[in-house]
């Protein structure tokens, strides 16, 4: 089973910066992919930013040149770095791994971005 744990999250201001980190436990079988979810209130759970096994990443519109997603194979963690942070930014984000045994989630790190 793995276990994904989440960490960073908090309030910032506008324009401001946040860190989030994902740690990755137990047994991952063949990592396909690791990335980030958000999910804001009365909205449906969208894809954030993503990397595959061989490094690739991918973003949504609304991220590209703000966000930055990284890896530490060493220490199967993921991280998220989020820069010029605007109040639609705000939601639950959650860490995502997919292996060849399935999809597997963290429980959520909540970012607010308000004044």
């Known amino acids: 089973q793995v276990q994904l744990v989440e960490s960073g999250g908090g309030l910032v201001q506008p324009g401001g910066s946040l860190r989030l980190s994902c740690a990755a436990s137990g047994i991952i079988f063949s990592m396909k992919s690791m990335g980030w979810y958000r999910q804001a209130p009365g909205k449906e759970r969208e894809l954030v930013a993503s990397?595959?096994?061989?490094?690739?990443?991918n973003y949504a519109d609304s991220v590209k040149g703000r966000f930055t997603i990284s890896r530490d194979n060493a220490k199967n963690t993921v991280y998220l770095e989020m820069n010029s942070l605007k109040p639609e930014d705000t939601a639950a984000y959650y860490c995502?791994?997919?292996?060849?045994?399935?999809?597997?989630w963290g429980k959520g790190t909540l970012v607010t971005v308000s004044s």
């Open positions: 990397m595959i096994r061989d490094g690739r990443t």
């Open positions: 995502n791994l997919v292996d060849y045994n399935g999809a597997y």
